[in-house]
């Protein structure tokens, strides 16, 4: 049999772990899942398809071609293709991907930049010589920790677009790390802060994740707002 190596594919087979998705599409025509087998082989291949979208390289997958080739694998089916079509096949998705990735991270850039101006002029706002943009929402006491503290916060992170992407709030817990454990608008943010305070930033994608975004949610030179609440400098 073919084996072939897809080093960005790490999947995780715990089914407990999988969390029930909403269904924004009628189902497609399929096995009736009427029996152990073939539901446990359908939560399978949820968690690959979720874990996929995790990972980022959901985009340009067919997903019939997809479960053809897993079919032809676990039969024991040679395959149809050569190794040779099959390398050529990821350099060409590869080269496609990185130019749509080039022309999102630009068009992006352009909209990240152009709210950031208007941003900028807004009452209560202030701007860094790093480009960190942001309002106190309520003042602190005691000392600002420094790059070395650890700190613990609550925060909720939000898209120019208002989707929430990250949560503490939602979760239910604070977080606690490093100060100069974060992306750079964070470390730059929780210095000018005091226990107690609350702050909204908006982050340049050049102080957050760039051009390479984050995960499936953070696409590339994203402008990144936060509400960050700084509840203690841990001990």
Same mark, same amino acid.
Not at 68 to 75: H, P, T, Y
Not at 153 to 171: C, I, K, M, N, T
Not at 184 to 208: C, D
């Given at each position: ?17 999988? %969390?029930? $998705?909403?269904?924004? !599409?009628?189902? @497609?025509?399929?096995? /009736? ?45 040679? %395959?149809? $293709?050569?190794?040779? !079509?099959?390398? @050529?096949?990821?350099? /060409? ?7 749509q990735q080039q022309a999102v991270a630009a068009e992006a850039l352009v909209a990240g930049e152009a709210f950031l101006a208007e ?19 309520k003042e602190g006491e005691g000392e600002s920790p420094g790059a070395e503290d650890t700190v613990k916060v609550d925060y909720e ?10 949560s503490s709030y939602a979760r239910g817990e604070p977080a606690e790390f490093g100060v100069g454990q974060v992306i750079a608008g ?50």
């Amino acid at each position: 049999m073919l084996r072939l190596s897809l080093p960005a594919l790490a999947v995780a087979l715990a089914l407990p772990a999988l %969390p029930v $998705l909403a269904q924004s !599409e009628t189902p @497609a025509e399929g096995p /009736a899942l009427e029996s152990v087998e073939s539901r446990y082989s359908y939560g399978l291949g949820l968690q690959i398809g979720q874990t996929l979208r995790q990972q980022g390289i959901d985009n340009g997958l067919d997903p019939e071609a997809f479960a053809l080739g897993i079919r032809d694998f676990l039969s024991d089916t040679d %395959p149809r $293709l050569t190794m040779e !079509e099959v390398q @050529a096949a990821y350099v /060409a998705m590869q080269q496609a991907l990185a130019e749509q990735q080039q022309a999102v991270a630009a068009e992006a850039l352009v909209a990240g930049e152009a709210f950031l101006a208007e941003n900028a002029t807004v009452e209560g706002v202030t701007v860094t010589d790093s480009g960190l943009q942001y309002k106190v929402i309520k003042e602190g006491e005691g000392e600002s920790p420094g790059a070395e503290d650890t700190v613990k916060v609550d925060y909720e992170g939000r898209l120019l677009s208002g989707s929430v992407f990250d949560s503490s709030y939602a979760r239910g817990e604070p977080a606690e790390f490093g100060v100069g454990q974060v992306i750079a608008g964070w470390t730059e943010a929780l210095q000018l802060m005091k226990p107690g305070g609350v702050l909204e930033v908006w982050l340049h994608p050049s102080i957050a994740y760039g051009e390479r975004g984050a995960g499936g949610d953070i696409g590339p030179n994203e402008v990144l707002n936060f509400r960050i609440e700084l509840i203690e400098i841990v001990e």
